[in-house]
């Protein structure tokens, strides 16, 4: 039988426990005081340990992680300063941690007091019969005791006295960490950068482009705080993918809103995207140094270790940058402004498409770039240049996008589906843009940064040769698996999905 995990707004005590036993069949409840340390709660900023009902404490000499669903409390020695799992030494912690994420940062919710007591169920014979672990937090005003209760082997009816025991104390069965944390008084924010967007299929799509623009307009301005503290490099990529998800609304519902409205609308959110541009690409670079070094061979790292030191400092440049804009005040009111054009549609020019039912709407236009996305991969062979390989690459994103903006409106279990087969062939591509951006990066540091190696050009020139040599190696392995991975994605079967799912009555 599995542990019995409880909370209680309140401290477990032995001699409370004792006095309900009452000497019934001879227990007796001992235990252990731990010592009452400082503490803190830690979390990433979209609640990822929250989620998997995990919680992570971090205290003067070591980290614990709390598993709410298997009743584990696991811990591992450690002092210093640290943000993400890879700062940390290998242990069990550290371990948890980096299978969970390497990217995202686990900063800090609030400082609680803790406290570790071990007890144990014992009977007429001094026998240890059931075990209990109890974590004691305090916050405040607020005291909340966390505990796991274990069974041994052969006293299965010595577990459940106990449970039932502490059960009589008024504990009870802990539902989900954010019930803990409600009883802590800690308030999460629901981040997620794929919000569910509660669409009517009847609307007219003028109103459900509105309503998709605002909610990832909210979740891009969720993430510059982030930005500006420099967290992790996440905050800049959701801000960045939710922007481009706003910019392909307005490119991928020709004629919802009027022509000039929509190019208008366009124009000002690349102008909002661009000063964080270099900043990205710097990100990028700078985290798959250890690949990088890994690619070249030992003459040419020399050189590498002066291009990333100079990508090092270019990227404080960059942040500089980006701080000083989303700081500003002409930022905040350029932003807020966009925002304040899609709260009444009313308000926005109409194109002759703005109000059709937006299932209906939705409907053509995945059946519309579902086969343009066909007919550009079934083109393509070994002579296709580059090129069209990134016509598909964009292609397969915008169909992406169109199924995760309007996957509320079909059959959810359905379409996602079809875009896990979709996500396939979309990461190969993706790897072949990423490889094809890397170098023409590099050529731009040739062409226009060289200068800045003053006695050092040869080992720059040297060494981005023989990076761009691997990245150009690798780019063609990705572009030959483009064709396999394709014909997996135009089988019959998924013809069939597409068809079934997005084509309309009396379409032909």
């Known amino acids: 039988m599995g542990p019995f995990i409880y909370i209680v707004h309140s401290v477990v005590k032995a001699k409370k426990l004792n006095k309900l036993l009452g000497g019934v069949a001879g227990y007796t409840i001992r235990d252990e005081k731990g010592e009452r340390v400082e503490g803190m709660i830690l979390d990433t900023f979209d609640n990822v340990l ?16 709390v ?40 900063l800090p919710l609030v400082k609680v007091r803790i406290r570790q007591d071990k007890g144990a169920l014992i009977d007429d014979e001094s026998k240890t019969r059931a ?34 025991l502490l059960q009589k104390s008024g504990v009870s069965t802990l539902a989900n960490t954010s019930e803990l944390y409600s009883l802590l008084g800690i308030k999460r924010y629901n981040y997620t950068s794929k919000p569910e967007l509660p669409l009517d299929a009847e609307a007219p799509i003028k109103e459900t482009a509105a309503l998709i623009i605002r909610s990832f307009m909210d979740v891009a301005r969720a993430n510059e705080p ?15 993918v939710s922007f481009r998800k706003v910019r392909s609304v307005l490119s ?29 690409d710097l990100d990028v670079y700078l985290m798959e140094k250890d690949i990088y070094f890994s690619m070249v061979p030992g003459p040419s790292l020399d050189g590498l270790r002066l291009l990333f030191d100079y990508f090092a400092k270019e990227r404080k440049k960059e942040l500089k940058n980006v701080r000083t804009t989303l700081t500003s005040e002409a930022y905040e009111e350029n932003v807020a402004a966009l925002a304040k054009v899609f709260v009444d549609t009313k308000k926005i020019a109409s194109g002759p498409k703005g109000k059709l039912p937006s299932k209906v709407l939705a409907g053509k236009l995945i059946l519309k770039r579902y086969a343009q996305v066909c007919r550009i991969a079934g083109s393509i062979d070994k002579s296709t240049k580059d090129d069209i390989v990134h016509k598909l690459r964009i292609s397969c994103k915008k169909l992406r996008y169109l199924m995760e903006f309007f996957t509320p409106l ?21 790897k072949f843009n990423d490889y094809s951006v890397q170098q023409a990066f590099l050529r731009q540091v040739l062409g226009y940064d060289l200068k800045r190696f003053k006695g050092n050009e040869m080992q720059i020139t040297e060494s981005i040769g023989a990076l761009t040599a691997m ?34 009555k009396g379409d032909a």
């Open 50 to 65: 929250l989620n998997k009902d995990l919680m992570l404490l971090s205290l003067d000499d070591g980290l614990v992680v």
């Open 67 to 106: 598993d709410l669903k298997e009743g584990s409390f696991v811990e591992q020695e450690f002092s210093g300063d640290w943000r993400f799992a890879g700062d940390l030494p290998a242990g069990p912690v550290t371990e948890i941690l980096a299978e969970i994420t390497l990217l995202r940062a686990f």
């Open 131 to 164: 075990r209990y672990t109890n974590l004691t937090l305090t916050r405040g005003e607020s005291v909340i005791s966390l505990g796991v209760v274990t069974s041994l082997r052969g006293y299965q009816r010595a577990y459940d006295d106990l449970v039932v």
């Open 226 to 240: 982030g930005v500006i503290a420099d967290y992790d490099t996440e905050f800049l990529h959701d801000y960045r």
């Open 252 to 280: 991928l519902f020709k004629g919802v809103f009027s022509a000039d409205k929509t190019t208008e609308l366009k124009a000002d959110f690349a102008e909002v995207m661009k000063s964080t541009n270099r900043l990205r």
């Open 410 to 430: 079909f059959d959810q279990d359905a379409i996602k589906q079809l875009i896990k087969t979709l996500k396939v062939l979309q990461d190969n591509l993706g």
């Open 471 to 504: 990245l150009y190696r690798l780019q063609k392995k990705e572009r030959n698996q483009v064709m396999k991975n394709f014909v997996r994605f135009d089988s019959e079967e998924t013809r069939g999905l597409f068809k079934k799912l997005f084509q309309q």
